[in-house]
C-alpha cells in the first residue's frame, strides 16, 4: 500500500491544463449525474462545448459543478486525482467565444453539433496522489482557493 500525498495547486493546475478529456458531476431534477466531457483551460477556468438538450446544456449553465480529471495505472496501484469546483456560466457573448476558438476551442469527441459554451470559473481545487513521484513539493496550497493562489 502506498500513502496519499495531497498535490500542491500549481500541480494540480498543470494537470488540468495537460488534459482534454474530464467529468463534469452536476445536480438535476433527476438526482446527481456524472459526465465526460471535452475541455479546454481558459485564463485559469474550465471550457466545454455541449448541446442545449444535453443534460450539461440544459442544467448546468448556472450551477455549482465538480469537476474532476485522474490518472490510473491500476496494475501499479498508482495515480492521481484532481477536483475542480466550479461555477458554471454560459458563454454568450460572441467576442469570448471567438477568443475561445482562437486560443484552442474544446474539441469534443462526440458527433454532433456543439454550439452551446459553458465556462466553469474555477473556485477551489484539490488533488492528490496514490504512489508514484509527486512532480512538486507538497505546501499549503494543495487545496487552498483558486482566487487566493490566481490573485
Known amino acids: ?4 500525498t495531497e498535490m500542491p495547486l500549481g500541480e494540480c493546475m498543470a494537470l488540468l491544463a495537460a488534459r482534454q478529456l474530464g467529468r ?13 466531457v471535452n475541455y479546454k483551460m481558459h485564463d485559469g477556468d474550465i471550457v466545454v462545448r455541449t448541446t442545449s438538450h444535453s443534460l450539461l446544456g440544459t442544467y448546468g449553465w448556472d450551477s455549482e459543478l465538480a469537476f474532476e480529471v485522474e490518472d490510473l495505472d491500476e496494475r501499479a496501484r498508482e495515480g492521481w486525482s484532481v477536483v475542480a469546483l466550479c461555477k458554471a456560466r454560459l458563454v454568450d457573448d460572441l467576442d469570448e467565444i471567438d477568443w475561445i476558438r482562437w486560443c484552442g476551442d474544446p474539441e469534443p469527441w462526440a458527433d454532433g453539433p456543439r454550439h452551446v459554451y459553458l465556462r466553469l470559473f474555477v473556485r477551489e481545487v484539490s488533488g492528490r496522489r496514490v504512489g508514484g513521484d509527486v512532480l512538486a513539493p507538497v505546501g499549503a496550497l494543495a487545496s487552498m482557493p483558486v482566487n487566493n493562489y490566481l490573485g
Not at 1 to 4: A, E, K, R, T, V
Not at 24 to 36: C, E, K, Q
Open 24 to 36: 463534469v458531476a452536476l445536480a438535476t431534477p433527476m438526482g446527481v449525474r456524472i459526465m465526460p
Open 1 to 4: 500500500m502506498s500513502p496519499i
